[in-house]
């Protein structure tokens, strides 16, 4: 591992840019940009008027020193253009026939100011110019006055103070916004590479690998212990250029004050930057994890290299993104790399919320987890140090055997489906919007959800019946998940008005609003239908993916209550409504038990569609009664405590007639 750190070229990006070129770059842009402040501000404006006599006071306030304008007279139109365009002449302004009197009658007429903005002191030298232009069209707004009789200062506009809102950390957030996340990502991908090559594919091509294999420390252990050094290297460059990259720009700004600009009222924010590299971190692993995947799909340096190319355009998009400055979406915010560039950005510039930011989090984290199994997966093959092996090959294109028994899924495998549900959900899904809410509601369940477990399943060669829990249940399982799915409504009823009430992660109105949208011309259209479509599709295509694969994968490498906590809030997480979170992770929770109870999916399917049958049922009884409008703008009321005790008493029946199936006494 040593060899990694007398890596000179990791060691050169990890330290030398930071420490070294940012601040040389300082001093010199820095002293550059004073430099030619300091010049432009004292330099008079070269001038030349074509038509001077036409307004005799703009010359005299043209031939005031105070004005800081040189005028240069008995010049032609085209010898005036040609000094123009050579650089002599800073700008040129033309007066047509009669301007003055005319104006000063009211007249309408109008000046030409002609300045050549390639150059970079045209900026500074028209800005002198405007201001004197300004105060002539002053004088002859009060000329005007004067000659009906008023007095001159009724020519004087009210002045007005403009006052920021935005805080001295937030100011300087909104500089450094669209550079900070394109700089964390690229550096630390910079700062791990190397390492990662090292690690991997230099060991490989030097035969030291398999040496080190050989170790009594498994492989698992030796990826993690190489991961680990790869991704300190990739976090200490992101957070040395971070640093180093605030502190140039917090200088170079505070330097602008000295100028002839208004003062920026600037500063640091710390805490700001804290939470930006947090957030940059899940996506510093990820790319830690996919250097070290090429590295080990590279059978030598040339390949690694050519391997590390197309992966450096991948932090580079953040520059992209940060660009365009999409506003903040929940499909960003489960999008990797955009979301952590989008999430940075709300950061510093203090509009980013809680919710968000765990949802960029969590979704990075998916990302990170995936890559790095793939990754493990590569290190863990026998073939690894085989010099002939081809990770890559056109030989994977071929047909594949269906011979062998029928597997399970692994913990990555469910993970990977997960996420392309997830992100199908916000890239395809609005293509279904313009149908009409039941066909669309039945693209996106069978289409997004159900389609990739239906495809997994088949690539991956499961064990339909063990993987699904494709088992006939008692009827006591049944009678079980219909008593939890209807004795859950009053209960979840009573703790959302309570959340509501205590202001405990209060709903998303934006959020409500959206769902009315959707839902509500359905539910009144068909009081019947819809309620029981809804239930049915969200039961069997949901509880397939998340009870069906998800539990399936964790429950054989976890215990039975971890499996229940991840997969129920992985369950949650999908409907992406941060306040709701808590109810539905809890709800999954019980599905996934009520499966391991009574060993088959039927249950949890039946109590799924349950409770949203039987309480998009109540939405839609009541949407007839109030109608649309008196329904949606009425205050949430609490339901009686009689039905809540009801409910919970259904709830806890429920948990105790569940048994297991008749071939099996005791739950797993």
């Known amino acids: 591992m040593t060899e990694l ?16 070129l940012y601040p040389l770059l300082l001093l010199v842009l820095g002293s550059v940009v004073q430099d030619k402040a300091k010049k432009f501000a004292i330099q008079f404006a070269v001038v030349n008027v074509q038509g001077a006599e036409q307004a005799p ?66 900026i500074f030298m028209e800005k002198k110019i405007d201001a004197l232009l300004e105060d002539y ?8 006055l004067r000659r009906r009789g008023l007095p001159g200062d009724l020519a004087t506009p009210p002045t007005y103070k403009t006052q920021e809102a935005a805080s001295a950390g937030q100011t300087f957030g909104r500089y450094i916004a669209q550079s900070l996340p394109v700089l964390l990502l690229l550096t ?33 252990e030796l990826l993690f212990a190489k991961a680990g050094i790869v991704l300190i290297c990739g976090l200490v460059t992101a957070l040395l250029n971070m640093v180093s990259m605030a502190l140039v720009a917090w200088r170079a700004y505070s330097s602008i004050q000295k100028g002839p600009q208004p003062p920026l009222d600037i500063s640091i924010d710390p805490a700001a930057l ?81 919710g968000d930011f765990l949802l960029a989090f969590v979704s990075s984290c998916l990302y990170a987890t995936l890559v790095l199994s793939l990754a493990s997966r590569l290190f863990t093959n026998e073939q690894l140090v085989n010099p002939a092996w081809e990770p890559i090959s056109l030989k994977l294109l071929h047909r594949r055997k269906r011979q062998g028994p029928r597997r399970f899924p692994a913990v990555d495998e469910a993970i990977a489906l997960f996420a392309i549900s997830l992100l199908l959900n916000f890239y395809v899904a609005p293509a279904f919007l313009p149908l009409k809410f039941l066909p669309m509601l039945t693209c996106v369940e069978v289409l997004l959800i159900l389609g990739p ?128 979170l808590p109810l539905r992770m809890a709800l999954g929770i019980a599905f996934g038990w009520l499966v391991w109870r009574t060993g088959s999916i039927i249950p949890a399917m039946l109590a799924h569609a349950t409770y949203d049958s039987v309480a998009t049922a109540f939405a839609a009884q009541q949407l007839i009664h109030q109608g649309l409008n008196e329904a949606s703008s009425a205050a949430p009321t609490a339901p009686a405590p009689q039905i809540v005790i009801v409910g919970i008493a259904m709830i806890v029946t429920a948990i105790l007639i569940a048994r297991p199936p008749p071939h099996r006494q005791n739950p797993p």
């Open 137 to 144: 069209n002053q004088w002859i707004v009060q000329q005007r």
């Open 453 to 580: 477990v239906l495809l997994f399943a088949w690539l991956g060669r499961y064990n339909w019946r063990e993987v699904f829990s494709l088992r006939p249940p008692r009827l006591s399982g049944l009678i079980a998940a219909i008593l939890l799915g209807i004795g859950s409504i009053p209960v979840v009823a009573a703790i959302n008005y309570a959340q509501m009430r205590w202001r405990i992660l209060p709903p998303d109105p934006e959020h409500e609003r959206m769902q009315d949208r959707l839902f509500d011309p359905a539910l009144i259209a068909h009081p019947y239908l819809a309620p029981l479509v809804i239930g049915l599709l969200a039961g069997i295509c949901e509880e397939m993916q998340f009870r069906g694969v998800l539990q399936t994968a964790f429950i054989r490498r976890f215990s039975p209550a971890f499996c229940f906590i991840v997969v129920g809030f992985l369950f949650a997480f999908a409907h992406l409504d941060i306040p709701g």
């Open 188 to 220: 630390g991908m910079l700062g791990a590479i190397y390492p990662a090559i090292t690690a991997t594919t230099s060991e490989r091509e030097m035969g030291t690998l398999e040496t080190l294999l050989v170790t009594p420390a498994t492989r698992d």
């Open 274 to 354: 804290a939470l930006a590299y947090l957030a940059a971190v899940p996506t510093l692993i990820f790319f830690t994890s996919l250097v070290l995947t090429g590295g080990l799909l590279a059978r030598n340096l040339r390949e690694a290299n050519s391997y590390a190319t197309p992966m450096m355009l991948i932090p580079v998009s953040a520059m992209l993104i940060a660009i365009a400055d999409p506003p903040t979406s929940p499909g960003l915010l489960v999008t990797p790399v955009a979301n952590t560039t989008v999430i940075i950005r709300d950061v510093l510039t203090g509009h980013a919320s809680a």
């Open 5 to 20: 750190l007398r890596d000179r070229r990791s060691l050169l990006i990890m330290f030398g840019i930071p420490l070294l």
């Open 57 to 122: 006071k703009l010359i005299s306030m043209l031939n005031d020193p105070k004005n800081q304008v040189k005028l240069v007279t008995g010049l032609s139109q085209g010898e005036a253009d040609k000094l123009l365009a050579a650089g002599t002449l800073d700008a040129i302004i033309e007066v047509p026939a009669h301007y003055q009197q005319d104006a000063l009658e009211a007249r309408e007429v109008h000046l030409t100011l002609r300045v050549d903005t390639s150059r970079t002191s045209a």
